[in-house]
């Protein structure tokens, strides 16, 4: 009997010391399940590799009316453009008309600087025709890298950015933002042909 009331006791104690085991929930991650995600988890986010679906350059191209040229073969021992890992060369071009001819001559002089501006959009124009040339489809272009513009000024004429916006405003109408670039907009003393603008160009493409 003795034995019994000391089991009993022993047994309450224990119960009384140790107390219901406890669960302790873990919270809920509130980034589990989303497509965003930090950085110590190591996870990569489910961002879209290829371009956005609304992206369609050569759309753009024919709600501006623009039909691109035949790119013009090179007149010397070079080549319009090289590629190297992921980005374009593009080799420097001028304003070349439909039926071949250049405008030519120096802006402040023989042309305005608005007349200048339609240069350089022309050119932008006959560069866009070199990458499609290069890429088969314009919406291969990731982003507009460099642009280096050259201008047949007149002396004391310093408006040539305003003029190399012809070829920046092309552009960013035709890529959006993948149109903005770093650029460089200089004034010549005199360019090969007496042409009046010729731009070169760096392009970041995709496979």
Same mark, same amino acid.
């Given at each position: 009997? &003795?034995?019994?009331?000391?089991? !009993? +006791?022993?047994? #309450?104690?224990?119960?009384?010391?140790?107390?219901?085991?406890?669960?302790? @929930?873990? *919270?809920? @991650? *509130?980034?589990?399940?989303?497509?965003?995600?930090?950085?110590?988890?190591?996870?990569?986010? =489910?961002?879209?590799?290829?371009? @956005?679906?609304?992206?369609?350059?050569? %759309?753009?191209?024919?709600?501006?009316?623009?039909?691109? *040229?035949? $790119?013009?073969?090179?007149? %010397?021992?070079?080549?319009?453009?090289?590629?190297?890992?992921?980005?374009? !060369?593009? #080799?420097?071009?001028? *304003? &070349?008309?439909?039926?071949?001819?250049?405008?030519?001559?120096?802006?402040?002089?023989?042309?305005?600087?608005?007349?200048?501006?339609? %240069? %350089?959009?022309?050119?932008? +124009?006959?560069?866009?025709?070199?990458? &499609?040339?290069?890429?088969?489809?314009?919406?291969?272009?990731?982003?507009?890298?460099?642009?280096?513009?050259?201008?047949?000024?007149?002396?004391?004429?310093? =408006?040539?950015?305003?003029? +190399?916006?012809?070829?920046? @405003?092309?552009?960013?109408?035709? !890529?959006?933002?993948?149109?903005?670039?770093?650029?460089?907009?200089?004034?010549?003393?005199?360019?090969?042909?007496? +042409?009046?603008?010729?731009?070169? $160009?760096?392009?970041?493409?995709?496979?």
């Amino acid at each position: 009997m &003795k034995r019994t009331v000391w089991a !009993f +006791i022993a047994l #309450a104690l224990t119960l009384s010391c140790n107390g219901p085991s406890k669960t302790h @929930d873990t *919270p809920a @991650d *509130p980034s589990a399940g989303s497509g965003s995600q930090s950085a110590e988890s190591g996870e990569i986010s =489910n961002a879209p590799d290829s371009p @956005d679906p609304g992206y369609d350059p050569e %759309a753009r191209l024919a709600e501006l009316g623009i039909d691109l *040229p035949e $790119a013009a073969t090179p007149v %010397a021992n070079y080549v319009n453009a090289v590629r190297s890992g992921n980005l374009i !060369f593009l #080799a420097g071009k001028g *304003p &070349k008309q439909a039926d071949g001819t250049y405008i030519t001559g120096q802006v402040g002089t023989d042309l305005t600087e608005e007349e200048g501006y339609e %240069a %350089a959009r022309l050119t932008a +124009i006959n560069q866009l025709a070199v990458l &499609k040339a290069e890429l088969g489809n314009l919406d291969r272009v990731v982003r507009i890298v460099k642009v280096h513009g050259m201008v047949n000024a007149a002396p004391g004429f310093t =408006n040539q950015p305003e003029v +190399i916006n012809g070829f920046s @405003d092309l552009m960013v109408a035709v !890529f959006g933002d993948r149109g903005k670039h770093a650029r460089a907009a200089v004034g010549m003393g005199s360019l090969p042909r007496n +042409i009046s603008v010729e731009v070169e $160009a760096v392009v970041e493409v995709r496979d």
